[in-house]
């Protein structure tokens, strides 16, 4: 089929009764990110990936690659029919081997343009602040259960609200004092992991707010297992006392956002004794409900009606981690984690992926994740796979599923496959 052919009938089908939304997101996207938002930081320089639902749509990429199709009257965009592979999660990949920032569409409510200058942030960091990048693995083994903990992260966080709505330097030093005294309780690695996460995810949040004009931070009050998601606030919000206190520090900032914070002496704020306790008690009933909620997530995903896989890794040759969600995972115990929306597993014998539906690991080493994983098990689904052989290989795909190993062994269960691997 000619080239312009295809590239209108894929523009048809992405277009439904009207015009896909990806073409007023990047006009909105050329706009705000005109604006001066970090020292060396061009979004409009970077390549992009948008999915709209029906069709991924590639922009400014140096080298397109050849399954997408150029878009006819939109110079510099490319067309591939469908959600093309690299487009799991809104994040930074490799496209054609160029670091891409991909967005995907929805209707949640933040401007999906400073959500793609969020994503181009963070392109930016992996080439100008590689450092900066937390080590994951630590998500997994932060100890989420230590109440005083817990508390003294509440306080922080309240710490800092007040710092930015009203005497900045007095309860940004309450906000320092209370850190150092929980960081002291917590091990090298989760230290590094919270700070790294503000780094990461704080100040591409920060750079987000900017594009968009935000004027107010939404607080609110984490549970115990949120770790990951505090980071966003507390690191936009360290960077946005740091504009106020310490111009120029987007130049200095290297391992840490807090280290750049001056802290007043004499500072009298504080909080009460009753506030104290309240801290403590909102912490037990977190803490209360994060178990009730994942004994609560074990139930519901063993119970689940429908056809289950299971994949079992041959002795001395787990599955390894190729990609996840680091926002929709849940530890269940010390061994199993839950993933509600997206994993990527293989080792030598095969792979297997699954978006947009939940899926249990369990560990094969000490670390409950990135040790390897010894059992991958999906539930629910509505249809009985179908196993498809081709010599000594075997594969699923079925929505939201797809799998591929070679020498494979495959039992049949009442309404379950089990795949175990050699």
């Not at 050329?30 to 948008?50: C, H, T, Y």
């Not at 690695?189 to 935000?214: F, I, K, M, S, W």
């Amino acid at each position: 089929m000619p080239t312009r052919i295809a590239a209108v009938l894929l523009l048809f089908a992405s277009l439904g009764a009207g015009q896909s939304p990806v073409f007023g997101v990047l006009e909105e996207f050329d706009r705000i990110a005109a604006q001066p938002l970090w020292p060396g930081f061009e979004p409009r320089q970077i390549p992009v990936a948008l999915y709209d639902g029906f069709n991924t749509y590639l922009c400014r990429h140096p080298a397109p690659p050849k399954e997408f199709q150029p878009l006819e009257d939109h110079p510099g965009i490319f067309v591939f029919a469908g959600r093309h592979p690299s487009m799991l999660a809104n994040t930074s990949t490799g496209i054609g081997g160029i670091t891409t920032a991909t967005v995907t569409l929805d209707a949640a409510g933040r401007n999906q343009a400073a959500i793609l200058v969020h994503e181009c942030f963070h392109v930016f960091q992996r080439q100008r602040h590689p450092s900066w990048a937390p080590n994951e693995a630590t998500l997994f083994t932060y100890p989420v259960e230590d109440l005083e903990g817990l508390a003294l992260s509440r306080l922080e966080l309240e710490a800092l609200r007040r710092a930015l709505a009203g005497d900045a330097a007095c309860w940004t030093g309450r906000a320092l004092k209370i850190r150092r005294q929980r960081f002291a309780r917590l091990p090298a690695d989760a230290v590094a992991y919270e700070r790294g996460t503000e780094l990461n995810e704080g100040l591409a949040q920060y750079v987000e707010g900017l594009a968009a004009g935000r004027k107010e931070l939404q607080f609110r009050v984490f549970g115990p297992s949120e770790v990951r998601q505090r980071g966003y606030l507390s690191g936009e919000a360290l960077a946005r006392l740091l504009d106020r206190a310490a111009p120029g520090w987007k130049l200095k900032v290297e391992r840490s956002l807090d280290a750049l914070l001056p802290e007043p002496a004499g500072a009298n704020c504080d909080f009460t004794g009753e506030e104290r306790q309240a801290a403590l008690r909102e912490a037990q009933s977190g803490l209360d409900a994060l178990r009730q909620r994942r004994a609560e997530l074990r139930r519901m995903f063993e119970t689940q009606p429908g056809w289950r896989i299971v994949v079992q890794a041959a002795d001395g040759k787990p599955l390894l981690l190729k990609s996840f969600d680091p926002l929709n995972v849940e530890r269940l115990s010390e061994r199993e984690i839950l993933h509600k929306r997206m994993l990527q597993l293989g080792n030598d014998a095969g792979s297997l992926e699954i978006l947009n539906h939940g899926s249990m690991t369990t560990a094969a080493g000490a670390h409950p994740l990135f040790g390897g994983v010894r059992k991958w098990i999906v539930t629910g689904l509505e249809a009985p796979p179908e196993v498809k052989r081709t010599g000594n290989r075997i594969s699923i795909a079925t929505p939201g599923v797809k799998l591929l190993f070679t020498g494979a062994e495959v039992e049949n269960e009442p309404q379950a496959i089990v795949i175990r691997l050699r």
